[in-house]
């Protein structure tokens, strides 16, 4: 009782120490959402004219025809090139990396020994600290010239020749090259997360599993992988906003064209690559329409995560399930 | 070593004199203890097109040694940047590959009460790259070159081309169009050429500092060096560069048709040539077009923006003291960096020009 007592009382006197603690962290928590909104308001504020001009056309029409008004809207703005670039360009690298990380997250976790193990891991994660403008580089000048490029004509030369979007002529640095090297920028993402989900599956499961006979593959297709499937999915969209947002890199090997190419080795453009190459030489009217691309990158990327959170929740939501079944 | 251990200082250095040249520069720096010259220290501040950096920074360098209390700082920050801030006030000069359009030179006026005034300072070409195997020589028309832009023209064996290369078999390639995809002002001395050449050019993608690229081979690349590597790394690839890339990396080069009916290799002299026999407005606001004689048709000037009013004396006469020297002393100084200098008789416009800098006081 007497014990209960000082405690109570301790707490009294700590009251105001944690009011003010709260009220602290409340602001932090409120200064990122009061940030979030500011950008979010003043960029569609100021992209508020070019909006109004094209209306519907902004995300619907690919002509994207810069004016070089100073104070009116005098050119044409649709960024579906571009929004069809970064979209392209994402799912490529996932549909590369996703598999690849699972992959290695696997070999990592489950075959690998720990001599080995470490290292790969070390590695891997070693290629996020690649700043992108580096990739961009060597993309550019080694990777899609001398390896990506004899890849590419094969697949026109065979492939190509019945499925439209793989058709040639090859133009070299395009869709599939930005792709293939952005895959490379969000593997350790994927990697890092997937690996984590993987370790912590509970070792009594996996005995279990080896105990009623089953084989390495199937411990793991049927232990490791239900149980980190939502950590899969969650690491997959962290992966896919890195590469919605991946600007340089992506400039650098999308092959710059503002057309939607009919294949995936022509050339095109990006949301975050058209702002970052354009933006230096804009008349105000082209910066404006400029703004807009970032709102509507900012949305999209909003709309992929939320995406993601319901896929992950309904996922997740669906293991639990068959766990407790 | 020695010049990687220089480079920090000099990026601190360029730091110093921007940070002095931004404060400094809108207040008189009067009485302080002077360095030798003619000249109280001032401090310029420029910013700008990025095509005439290198023979800008190479100018300013030089006329330290003639001028040491002058410190003049040049950000190559892009034409559209450079208007904006020199509109803005925020700089003492300004430029540009583009002259300014009426609606600019409007806010110009109402911003600072005065006129802006152009000042030609260098002219450049614009080369037509080429990447196919086995061809070291090609001639094109300029409507030919239009076509093939516009995508009506696609492989290399169209009887156009071969018509203008009798001597020539021409190969069955795809052609690739490579172009700028940031905004330039090589682009805008590129589309204003085609426009002038072609009807379907102009009434289509127009001239402008960024257009819409027709062609569907087409490939676009950041600044000089993205089109460059384009070019390089697509076999069937044409496109347009500054001169002094094609010649740096030893890209082959189309010699252009120019309106006398000459094929014209873009060279110093030719680049000369094609400035000395256009006629010129009296604001010095020009496009270098119909270019015949030995000239080679697809050049460009590059301003220096200034004002006649709202400086003081001593930055007024430190800037009219800069901008004489280059124009007077570094012709060759621009030939070694590949620009093409003024001929005479645009020279001494210019200089009538550079008079009139704070002529309104």
Same mark, same amino acid.
């Not at chain 2, 006469?317 to 060759?332: E, H, P, S, V």
């Given at each position: 009782?007497?014990?209960?007592?000082?405690?109570?009382?301790?707490?009294?006197?700590?009251?105001?120490?944690?009011?003010?603690?709260?009220?602290?962290?409340?602001?932090?928590?409120?200064?990122?959402?009061?940030?979030?909104?500011?950008?979010?308001?003043?960029?569609?504020?100021?992209?508020?004219?070019?909006?109004?001009?094209?209306?519907?056309?902004?995300?619907?029409?690919?002509?994207?025809?810069?004016?070089?008004?100073?104070?009116?809207?005098?050119?044409?703005?649709?960024?579906?090139?571009?929004?069809?670039?970064?979209?392209?360009?994402?799912?490529?690298?996932?549909?590369?990396?996703?598999?690849?990380?699972?992959?290695?997250?696997?070999?990592?976790?489950?075959?690998?020994?720990?001599?080995?193990?470490?290292?790969?891991?070390?590695?891997?994660?070693?290629?996020?600290?690649?700043?992108?403008?580096?990739?961009?580089?060597?993309?550019?000048?080694?990777?899609?010239?001398?390896?990506?490029?004899?890849?590419?004509?094969?697949?026109?030369?065979?492939?190509?020749?019945?499925?439209?979007?793989?058709?040639?002529?090859?133009?070299?640095?395009?869709?599939?090259?930005?792709?293939?090297?952005?895959?490379?920028?969000?593997?350790?993402?994927?990697?890092?997360?997937?690996?984590?989900?993987?370790?912590?599956?509970?070792?009594?499961?996996?005995?279990?599993?080896?105990?009623?006979?089953?084989?390495?593959?199937?411990?793991?297709?049927?232990?490791?992988?239900?149980?980190?499937?939502?950590?899969?999915?969650?690491?997959?969209?962290?992966?896919?906003?890195?590469?919605?947002?991946?600007?340089?890199?992506?400039?650098?090997?999308?092959?710059?064209?503002?057309?939607?190419?009919?294949?995936?080795?022509?050339?095109?453009?990006?949301?975050?690559?058209?702002?970052?190459?354009?933006?230096?030489?804009?008349?105000?009217?082209?910066?404006?329409?400029?703004?807009?691309?970032?709102?509507?990158?900012?949305?999209?990327?909003?709309?992929?995560?939320?995406?993601?959170?319901?896929?992950?929740?309904?996922?997740?939501?669906?293991?639990?399930?068959?766990?407790?079944? | 070593?020695?010049?990687?251990?220089?480079?920090?200082?000099?990026?601190?250095?360029?730091?110093? +004199?921007? &940070?002095?040249?931004?404060?400094?520069? *809108?207040?008189?720096? #009067?009485?302080?203890?002077?360095?030798?010259? !003619?000249? $109280?220290?001032?401090?310029?501040?420029?910013?700008?097109?990025?095509?005439?950096?290198?023979?800008?920074?190479?100018?300013?360098?030089?006329?330290?040694?003639?001028?040491?209390?002058?410190?003049?700082?040049?950000?190559?920050?892009?034409?559209?940047?450079?208007?904006?801030?020199?509109?803005?006030?925020?700089?003492?000069?300004?430029?540009?590959?583009?002259?300014?359009?009426?609606?600019?030179?409007?806010?110009?006026?109402?911003?600072?009460?005065?006129?802006?005034?152009?000042?030609?300072?260098?002219?450049?070409?614009?080369?037509?790259?080429?990447?196919?195997?086995?061809?070291?020589?090609?001639?094109?028309?300029?409507?030919?070159?239009?076509?093939?832009?516009?995508?009506?023209?696609?492989?290399?064996?169209?009887? +156009?081309? &071969?018509?203008?290369?009798?001597?020539? *078999?021409?190969?069955? #390639?795809?052609?690739?169009?490579?172009?700028? !995809?940031? $905004?330039?002002?090589?682009?805008?001395?590129?589309?204003?050429?085609?426009?002038?050449?072609?009807?379907?050019?102009?009434?289509?993608?127009?001239?402008?500092?960024?257009?819409?690229?027709?062609?569907?081979?087409?490939?676009?690349?950041?600044?000089?060096?993205?089109?460059?590597?384009?070019?390089?790394?697509?076999?069937?690839?044409?496109?347009?560069?500054?001169?002094?890339?094609?010649?740096?990396?030893?890209?082959?080069?189309?010699?252009?048709?120019?309106?006398?009916?000459?094929?014209?290799?873009?060279?110093?002299?030719?680049?000369?040539?094609?400035?000395?026999?256009?006629?010129?407005?009296?604001?010095?606001?020009?496009?270098?077009?119909?270019?015949?004689?030995?000239?080679?048709?697809?050049?460009?000037?590059?301003?220096?923006?200034?004002?006649?009013?709202?400086?003081?004396?001593?930055?007024?006469?430190?800037?009219?003291?800069?901008?004489?020297?280059?124009?007077?002393?570094?012709?060759?100084?621009?030939?070694?960096?590949?620009?093409?200098?003024?001929?005479?008789?645009?020279?001494?416009?210019?200089?009538?020009?550079?008079?009139?800098?704070?002529?309104?006081?």
């Amino acid at each position: 009782m007497a014990v209960a007592g000082d405690l109570s009382g301790r707490r009294r006197g700590r009251l105001s120490a944690d009011t003010t603690f709260r009220l602290i962290l409340g602001l932090a928590g409120a200064s990122v959402l009061l940030i979030l909104a500011a950008m979010l308001i003043s960029t569609t504020i100021q992209a508020w004219p070019v909006f109004q001009h094209e209306g519907w056309s902004f995300v619907t029409s690919s002509v994207w025809d810069p004016g070089t008004s100073r104070a009116e809207i005098t050119g044409e703005y649709g960024a579906l090139a571009f929004i069809v670039g970064t979209l392209t360009t994402s799912v490529i690298a996932l549909v590369i990396a996703v598999p690849l990380a699972v992959g290695v997250a696997l070999y990592i976790t489950q075959a690998a020994s720990r001599r080995v193990a470490a290292p790969l891991t070390y590695t891997i994660e070693m290629l996020a600290a690649v700043p992108s403008v580096v990739f961009g580089l060597w993309g550019l000048l080694f990777f899609v010239p001398t390896v990506l490029r004899p890849i590419m004509n094969l697949v026109v030369g065979t492939l190509g020749s019945f499925i439209p979007f793989l058709g040639g002529p090859i133009v070299t640095y395009n869709y599939f090259a930005a792709g293939v090297v952005l895959a490379f920028m969000v593997l350790p993402i994927i990697m890092a997360v997937t690996r984590e989900v993987m370790a912590n599956t509970p070792e009594a499961e996996i005995s279990a599993a080896y105990g009623l006979g089953a084989t390495r593959w199937e411990m793991m297709r049927h232990v490791v992988l239900p149980r980190a499937r939502p950590g899969i999915i969650g690491a997959t969209m962290l992966g896919l906003g890195r590469a919605l947002g991946e600007t340089i890199a992506v400039a650098m090997l999308i092959g710059g064209s503002q057309q939607i190419p009919s294949s995936l080795f022509r050339g095109g453009q990006s949301m975050a690559g058209i702002i970052a190459v354009t933006f230096q030489e804009a008349a105000p009217e082209n910066v404006k329409a400029l703004i807009g691309v970032g709102v509507l990158l900012f949305v999209i990327t909003v709309i992929v995560n939320m995406a993601a959170r319901l896929i992950v929740w309904m996922t997740g939501g669906h293991v639990a399930k068959e766990q407790n079944l | 070593m020695k010049p990687s251990r220089l480079v920090p200082l000099i990026i601190v250095l360029t730091l110093v +004199a921007a &940070a002095c040249g931004g404060t400094s520069s *809108t207040t008189t720096t #009067e009485g302080s203890s002077g360095t030798a010259g !003619s000249m $109280g220290p001032v401090d310029l501040l420029g910013a700008g097109a990025s095509f005439p950096a290198p023979i800008y920074q190479e100018w300013i360098g030089a006329y330290q040694s003639v001028e040491p209390s002058v410190s003049i700082n040049y950000q190559s920050i892009g034409s559209g940047g450079g208007v904006e801030q020199f509109i803005g006030q925020q700089t003492d000069f300004g430029a540009s590959d583009a002259f300014l359009k009426d609606d600019e030179i409007a806010a110009a006026q109402t911003a600072r009460g005065c006129d802006p005034i152009h000042i030609p300072t260098v002219f450049g070409a614009v080369a037509v790259a080429y990447n196919v195997e086995g061809l070291d020589s090609l001639i094109l028309s300029g409507p030919t070159l239009a076509d093939i832009f516009l995508g009506t023209i696609t492989n290399w064996n169209d009887p +156009a081309i &071969a018509a203008l290369n009798p001597d020539v *078999t021409m190969p069955d #390639e795809d052609i690739i169009v490579a172009h700028r !995809s940031d $905004g330039s002002g090589t682009t805008s001395i590129f589309t204003t050429y085609l426009s002038s050449v072609s009807d379907a050019w102009k009434n289509g993608p127009g001239a402008g500092k960024q257009v819409e690229w027709p062609a569907p081979n087409s490939v676009g690349g950041e600044k000089n060096d993205g089109v460059t590597a384009q070019i390089q790394q697509n076999p069937g690839a044409v496109g347009y560069i500054e001169l002094s890339y094609a010649m740096e990396n030893n890209i082959p080069v189309a010699k252009m048709i120019n309106d006398d009916g000459n094929a014209i290799e873009p060279t110093l002299e030719s680049t000369a040539a094609a400035a000395d026999g256009i006629t010129i407005p009296d604001d010095l606001r020009f496009n270098i077009l119909n270019v015949g004689g030995e000239g080679y048709p697809i050049a460009g000037a590059t301003w220096l923006l200034s004002w006649t009013c709202g400086y003081d004396q001593d930055m007024a006469d430190a800037l009219k003291a800069w901008i004489t020297w280059d124009l007077q002393n570094g012709d060759d100084l621009a030939r070694e960096l590949l620009y093409s200098p003024l001929p005479d008789s645009l020279q001494e416009k210019a200089l009538a020009k550079v008079d009139l800098i704070n002529s309104e006081g």
